[in-house]
């Protein structure tokens, strides 16, 4: 009679241990669905919110980008959904929080319950430009900032506009939102900020690896458009430490495309290996190369880099071992009237693969293609 009693202790304590598991479960472990075998990412890239806010035109491009993604993420379910940089446009935004523009580019994904992670673009923390307009006939419209009339705007700060730095956006990002995956990444490699890897687990298993997740600050806004020699050594120092044989696939995430992107990108209307619809511009890389590209380049796991950008481009091409890939303009904001949508990938554990595809907002699909390398 004592068995059956016996192992029903064990049971209740096994459930306990998972219970405490899960609520102290990490929050740089993401974890494929129980009964599913496969893992899907939307990449939406360079939304621009806040763009041309003193005009009807801004906020209208804002609905509309609201509206390519909703329509993304309820046609493709996704697990996870990666904010690709150039979430605000800081340079039109004439009040002192741009935090209150990131937070209603990332709505459509938390009003769903759906997780996500950011990293910065080169507009996030710019500093607001005095629109040339506003000093000929139109005038300075009201702004949204209270000046103290009896003393000079200045003083008081309000009406500055000197941009929301990366740690203040990265922190109310944070600080409201549960369902961030998002990481400020190590003090020490300041200014950059959006440094850190993720985890993707297989569903219950914890210790099954499927992949590791880089994300990276590629700079630009209130510091040079590059990826520093700090940061490649960081990236070094975590992948040789948790990925020491290159055992786990390791996929990359930035936004803007380093100097590879140049030498792969095609020249011609020959396309030759590069997959993709949108060949429209040339490529804007980062300033400098300090050793980024080497490392990937040198490490067998790194499957692919995804970065923004570059409104135009919506290419993948393959590159050494590895693919350079762009994601596809999602946002109204931001120079460009190609058709918005945005890149999906699709994860799959044993055999490893990884799919990608461009959904558009009007639910067309094109432009798959398979990145196992
Ligand atoms: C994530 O985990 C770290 C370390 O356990 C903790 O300091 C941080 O507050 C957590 N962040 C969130 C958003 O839960
Ligand atoms: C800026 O806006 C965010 C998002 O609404 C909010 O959480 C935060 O408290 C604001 N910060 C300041 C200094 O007003
Ligand atoms: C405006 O500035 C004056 C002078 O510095 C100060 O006495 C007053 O309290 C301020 N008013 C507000 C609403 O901040
Ligand atoms: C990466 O790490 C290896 C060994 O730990 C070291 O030899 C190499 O110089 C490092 N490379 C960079 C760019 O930091
Ligand atoms: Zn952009």
């Given at each position: 009679m004592s068995l059956p009693f016996h192992i029903s202790i064990v049971f209740l304590i096994f459930l306990i241990f998972r219970l405490i598991l899960t609520v102290h479960s990490d929050n740089t472990t993401l974890h494929v669905q129980p009964g599913s075998s496969s893992f899907k990412i939307v990449l939406f890239a360079d939304?621009?919110?806040?763009?041309?806010?003193?005009?009807?035109?801004g906020p209208r491009q804002d609905v509309n980008s609201i509206k390519v993604m909703s329509t993304v993420l309820d046609q493709e379910h996704p697990d996870f959904v990666v904010?690709?940089?150039?979430?605000?446009t800081a340079n039109n935004i004439?009040?002192?929080?741009a935090s209150l523009y990131w937070d209603q580019a990332i709505s459509p994904t938390r009003d769903r319950g759906i997780p996500w992670s950011s990293v910065f673009g080169n507009h996030d923390d710019m500093y607001f430009e005095w629109p040339?307009?506003?000093?000929?006939?139109?005038?300075?419209?009201?702004?949204?900032c209270r000046v103290?009339?009896?003393?000079?705007p200045e003083s008081e700060g309000?009406?500055?506009?000197k941009g929301t730095t990366r740690s203040e956006l990265m922190m109310n990002e944070l600080e409201m939102n549960k369902l961030s995956y998002s990481k400020f990444g190590?003090?020490?490699?300041?200014?950059?900020?959006?440094?850190y890897v993720l985890k993707l687990s297989s569903a219950n298993n914890p210790?099954?690896?499927?992949a590791y997740m880089y994300f990276l600050d590629s700079g630009?806004?209130?510091?040079?458009?590059v990826i520093s020699s700090a940061q490649a050594e960081w990236f070094n120092r975590t992948s040789q430490e948790i990925n020491p044989n290159s055992r786990v696939p390791e996929i990359i995430f930035w936004h803007i495309p380093s100097q590879a992107y140049k030498e792969v990108a095609?020249?011609?209307?020959?396309?030759?290996n590069c997959i993709g619809s949108l060949f429209m511009e040339e490529v804007a890389a980062?300033?400098?190369?300090?050793?980024m590209m080497q490392l990937l380049e040198g490490r067998s796991s790194v499957k692919a880099v995804f970065v923004g950008h570059n409104h135009g481009l919506d290419w993948c091409c393959p590159y050494k071992k590895l693919w350079l890939c762009y994601a596809r303009?999602?946002?109204?904001?931001?120079?460009g009237n190609w058709p918005r949508g945005a890149r999906i990938l699709e994860i799959t554990q044993q055999p490893f693969s990884l799919k990608s595809w461009i959904r558009m907002q009007d639910g067309h699909v094109h432009s798959e293609v398979l990145l196992n390398s």
């Open positions: 939304l621009h919110f806040g763009e041309d806010t003193w005009t009807d035109w904010y690709l940089g150039d979430i605000v004439p009040i002192k929080n040339m307009e506003w000093f000929s006939s139109t005038g300075i419209p009201p702004l949204h103290n009339v009896s003393r000079p309000v009406c500055s506009f190590p003090k020490d490699l300041w200014p950059s900020i959006s440094n210790e099954s690896v499927i630009g806004g209130s510091y040079p458009e095609p020249r011609s209307d020959a396309h030759g980062q300033e400098a190369e300090m050793g303009h999602s946002g109204y904001g931001g120079y």
